[in-house]
Structure formats: C-alpha cells, structure tokens
C-alpha cells in the first residue's frame, strides 16, 4: 500500500516509495510542473510492466501508471500524480544494452531496441557495426519510447520521415490483455499483456502507439530501420537577411533531396537570431563580428542549416555537387562550414548541453513550445509571430529553430497529428528561464495570433489545458484515437500526465 493505492506484493522490492525516488519522478525538463507519484517502479524484466499493468487493471480502484525515459517532456507528461511512474531506464540497469543488431544487405538492417535505451547508445551500438539509424532527434540523450511516443523529428525528416515512420515492429505492454480480450475472458482473469506488432499483424495497436502520447501500451523493443553510415559531415551554414528568400531556398533544397533521395544533403533545418550576443559555437570568432553586424543592421538573420555525410570514397565528388547547389541558391555570399566526424556531427546539443550544464543554465524552467505550421500560413506567421511578436516585444534570445518538412513522408494512419498540407514547417521556441512565466505567456500569444489569423497550427511535443483542446489537435483523428484508447487502455491507466483522459 502507498499514499492509499494497493500495489502488487511480489513487485515489493523493486517499488519505491521515499523521498527521493519520489522527488525525481515528480519534475521534469520542463521544471514548471511538479506532480507527486505514490510510488515508482525500477523494473528489472518486461514481466515486471505487466505485473504493474495487470494488478491495476484488475484492481477495483486501478492506479494510473506513467512510464518515463529521461522526463525531457515539459509539462509534465510523464508523470503520474497518485500514481506509478516506471523508471524505464532501469531495465537495462543489469549492464544489458539490449540492442541487438539483424538483418543483411539484400534484405535490410534493422536493430531491436529497448523502449528505455537511449539513442546515443543507439548511435555507437550501430556504428560499431558502420550502420546507423535513418532518422534521429537533435539530441540523443532521450530514449526510444519517449520519441516515438512523438514522433521523433529533425533535419533527415523531410527525406526519411519522422522515427515512427523508420519502425519496423514494436513489443508493447497495453493497458489491457489484449488477448484475452480477442478471447473474451472475464477481466479478472485478464493482465497488462506483451503484444508484437507491425504493420502486417496487430497493426491497430502499431499505428496507435507511433506518436500515441503514451496512451496505448508501454514500448518495450522497437525494430528499426538501419542503413550503411558515413563517417564525416560537411555541415553548412547559410545566411539570408530576408524570410521570403530563406524558406523558398529550404523549400527548394528538401524538393531537390527528395528527388535525389538524399544523395548530396542529408539533413535540413534552419534558425533564428536576433541578438547579436547569442551566436553559438558553430561560427568561429574571427566571423561573429560580422554576422552580429547583419543582426543589429537587419533585425533577424535566418539561418539555413544544412549537412552532407560522406566517406573517402565520396568525399571528392561531394564537393563538386555542394558547390552546384549552392550556386543555385539565393543567400548571402559567405558560406560558413564545418567539417566534423559523423558523431559529432549527430551529436551536436550534446556539447551545448555541457557548456550550459557548467553555467547552471540546463536545469532551469523551460516553457518551449513547438509547432507545426501550414506552408499556407507560414508568412503570415512570420510576420505576426517572428516580427511582431517575438521582435517587437524583446524575445531575442530565443532559441528558434524553423523549418520544412513533407507530409508524404508521414503516415496518416499513425497518432500522430500534423496540419492538412503537403508542406508545413516546424517552428520551436526553445526558451530556458527562471521567468518562464514571462515566455509562458509570449507562447499564448502566439496561439491567439495564430487563432485569430486562421493559421491552422498543430502542437507537437505540445501540452493543451482541456479535452476540448485535445479533440481541436486530433480534429478528424479523435474518433479513431478515442476508439483505440478503449480498446488498448479502457480503465485510462496509461500516461495520466499527457491530460488527455484523466
Ligand atoms: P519522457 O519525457 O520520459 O516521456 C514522454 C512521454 O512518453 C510520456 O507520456 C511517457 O509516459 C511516454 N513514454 C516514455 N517512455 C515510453 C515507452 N517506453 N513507451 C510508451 N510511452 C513512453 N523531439 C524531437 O522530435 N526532436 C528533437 O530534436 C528533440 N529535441 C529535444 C531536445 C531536448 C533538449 C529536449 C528536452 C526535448 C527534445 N525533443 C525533441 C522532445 C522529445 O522528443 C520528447 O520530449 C521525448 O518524449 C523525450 O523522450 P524521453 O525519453 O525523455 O520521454
């Protein structure tokens, strides 16, 4: 028994109730929600999530039950108050990495990987082989359920898909035995259940659990695509002092990767300064002085953000078809390029997140939001949101990043939501602050802008204040969505902290 909620005896050793345990499954990245757990699990088998799962289902008065990665969500989401809250990463806290390589070349390399591992032990897991991943996050230290619980988005998902568009298979324990419901067994008789599932079999609960907020079952392994790596990245910084010329380029490049199946570029983002003092580490000193003179001449300097992975085998011929496309590009003259190795390279926020660790600047408040914006709605959103708001008002020091992506490369029957347009841009305002009350109510702002002038924007990683506001994110996907999660989790025991049900 813990804070009134009964728990399974035989998972008495693993479950924690002091103050510690307690304390760290109640915050998050975020650092502006705290939410008390009665208890947290630290599972040493997929058995002990089903044990979990099926004595609250049965349980008269069932316990919600939060799995949790590396709690880099920030309002909250894997959080369970009352509840359990699952240390996933505790399952491989026996030294087992479990991350089993498979495949050939003929038919395809693939990687089974637990829910709880993180996708830097992806990265050298698969690298000590010389494949890699198609699909990554910009930061690597959150783990595999945590993203495809999103949908796991960067600079390869205009060419590759998001990470839940790279899954072959996934084993999940649902919120309810999924078997025995196929079989009609009475719920008591029933336990949170293992499932396999893919495209060809149990393929509800496949597309439900990709970008499924945690909803439907816990992701204990995910399969997923790999393809041979390179060793080095050409990676470029491109300058435009004018929005219109700065979209139309990633525009045109992520419409010439796709017909080059990313040959030469394989990664495209872009961002946002508008303070002359927060260059990052990517410009040398010898070139900040120069480009903070275009800040403070122009107001916002967009940044298109651009990679190329290559080997000795390629490395020649890659120069050569770079320098065409760029001839064919409208920035400013200077070219700014690194040249790194391919895990560098993948884990570039790493390094930040050293440098702001070392400033006490990383365990602070974070009201970020994310957004998915229409190709249709796009300048007006610059205007109202990047201009108006965001200039006008002294949000300079922002973090932004924006870029585009196609909805081709998504598939619709997943969970997750994205606008209704072949195009759509990504826009995150990455703020870190004390004051996050301050950057909490900018971000309102920006949802009423964008309300008020009918740009038709989606939340990712997003939080939303009532079920009204989640049944407006899914529009058309909410019946389906609902569905699944009666028929997947009926008793709402699953992630209470995504505020979708309970
Ligand atoms: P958690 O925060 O622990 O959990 C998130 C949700 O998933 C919760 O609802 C939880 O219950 C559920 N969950 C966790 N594990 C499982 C599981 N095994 N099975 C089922 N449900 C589970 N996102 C991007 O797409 N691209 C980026 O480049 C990116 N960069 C980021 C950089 C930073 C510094 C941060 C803080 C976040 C970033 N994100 C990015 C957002 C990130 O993808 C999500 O917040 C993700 O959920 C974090 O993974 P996590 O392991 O910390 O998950």
Redesign the pocket.
Known sequence: MANNITLPPNLQDKIHTDADAIKAAST???HIITQKPAAVLFPSSVEDLKTLIGFSFNSSVPYTV?????????HG??M?TNGVV?E?TSLSKNGSKRIVIGGDKASGFYADIG??Q?WIDVLNATLQKGLTAVS????L??????????????GQTHLKG??INNVYELD?VTGTDFYSCVLRMSSMQRKGELVTCSKQVNSELFYA?LG?????????RARIVLEPAKTKVKWFRLLYTDFDTFSKDQEKLIAVNERGSGEILNYLEGLLFMDPNSLDSFFLPEDRPRIASLIKRYGILYVLETASSYDDRTKHSVDKKLHQLFKSLSSLPNIYTRDVTYVEFLNR?HAD?LVLRKKGLWDVP?P?L?LFIPKSGIHAFHNGVFKNILLKKNFTTSLVLVYPMNRNKWDDNMSAVIPDEEIFYTA?F?DASWNWKVFDNKNKEILEFCDKAGIKVKK??GYHDSKEEWINHFGSKWKTFQDRKNQFDPKKI??P??KIFN
């Open positions: 998050d990245y975020g939060a799995a949790k990665g590396r709690a880099h969500s920030v989401e894997a369970a699952v996933m829910g709880e993180q990554w996050t910009d930061y230290y959150m783990t595999v359920g945590g993203t495809l619980s999103n949908a796991g988005i960067s998001p990470q999940v659990v499924g907020l945690g909803q439907f079952g816990i992701i204990t926020v997140e974070h970020w994310h995150g990455l990712y990683v699953l992630s902290g995504q």
